[in-house]
């Protein structure tokens, strides 16, 4: 049976960048195979280490927003990545055969260092990719849905697979692969990509007025359109992008022929976008809210999870520590 893990880090609220990027494409492989979503609380902690104290409130906030997207516990494993030790011995044990210049070449680790607002020189965030690589082979997974950031990840996963095998000429663990989502990229308020850094968000915790506020007035527009008289191009506008995503398609129809012939103005065209977007958020909005409701709950469902992803990670542990020559007394 095919197997699926990702994992999100627990940092602060879920926007609709995720929803259609990610958790959209976790619910619909829980379907397919054996699949387990992790909230990665260590990884937070390369950059979290001096507000340890939010990781904890933002893992029960990803888990309500996880089964608010439809993640269902009876049919995927849903847990915490602290709670699995596993992970860490075999993060170790990745670390004696990785080189070290595999880790430093990842495109993402010099440009995070540059512009991240904690110091991350750390040994720790050096071995994110490794401990990433870990989370996935324990499992040993051939799935992972991932945003095409991660891909130099899946990368450096898949060569450390190889080196192993190789190394202790075992099969231990498969290749894994990324599934990447059919969605293009959320575009955010400004038209830059959706992303909490650049405060162009709108979050999947945010009310029907707040997502009305920010459509109206904070989405950007066609720059050329200064008029209401003035004919507009919707291929360049963020604002048709998102209908695109979300809106009906007698809607994008519409309103991809209006705003050509100036039928229809910019700050209408907003006020159907915040419709459209408030329809998809709000069900999944009260289900967070309802969720945060009942910590205990959340909290069985992580406990269950957890335990369950203990059990497999253990089976591989005893495989790796086989093929390593471990004692076992
Ligand atoms: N690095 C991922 C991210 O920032 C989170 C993550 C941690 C992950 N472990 C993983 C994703 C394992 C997929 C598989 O989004
Ligand atoms: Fe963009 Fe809509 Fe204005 Fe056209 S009418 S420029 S699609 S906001």
């Known amino acids: 049976m095919s197997r699926v893990l990702s994992g999100i880090q627990p940092s602060g609220s879920q926007h609709i960048g995720h929803l259609v990027g990610a958790l959209e494409n976790f619910t619909r492989l829980q379907g397919e195979g054996e699949a387990f979503y992790m909230i990665a609380d260590w990884h937070a902690l390369t950059s979290k280490y001096e507000s340890v104290e939010e990781i904890w409130p933002a893992t029960l906030e990803l888990t309500a927003t996880f089964l608010a997207a439809g993640l269902d516990p009876d ?57 990433q690589t870990a989370d996935i082979i324990i499992y040993k997974a051939h799935k992972v849905p991932v945003g095409e950031d991660q891909l130099f990840h899946l990368e450096l996963a898949r060569e450390v697979v190889r080196r192993f095998n190789f190394l202790f000429q075992r099969e231990v663990f498969p290749e894994p692969e990324a599934v990447l989502t059919k969605a293009a990229k959320v575009p955010g308020l400004d038209g830059r990509k959706m992303s909490k850094s650049y405060g162009n968000c709108i979050y999947l915790r945010d009310n029907p007025a707040v997502i009305l ?110 093929a390593m020559r471990l004692p076992v007394l």
């Not at 170790?92 to 010099?110: D, H, I």
């Open 75 to 131: 049919r995927a494993t849903l847990f915490v990545q602290s709670l699995v030790k596993e992970h860490a011995e075999l993060h170790l044990l990745l670390s004696m055969v990785t080189p070290l210049s595999w880790l430093e070449r990842v495109p993402t680790y010099k440009e995070k260092l540059q512009n991240a607002v904690a110091d991350l020189g750390s040994y720790g965030f050096l071995g994110y990719p490794l401990l």
């Open 213 to 322: 506020e920010k459509c109206t007035r904070q989405m950007a527009s066609d720059p050329a359109r200064l008029r209401r008289t003035d004919p507009g191009n919707p291929e360049i506008c963020p604002v048709f992008e998102f209908h695109k995503l979300f809106s009906d398609a007698e809607t994008v129809q519409l309103v991809g022929t209006e705003c050509r012939q100036a039928g229809i103005g910019c700050f209408d065209c907003k006020k159907r976008v915040a419709e459209a977007l408030t329809r998809r958020i709000e069900p999944i909005r009260e289900k967070i809210e309802s969720h945060l409701g009942h910590p205990g709950d959340i909290e069985a469902v992580l406990r269950d999870g957890s335990a369950r992803a203990r059990a497999v990670a253990a089976e591989t542990m005893a495989d790796v520590r086989d």
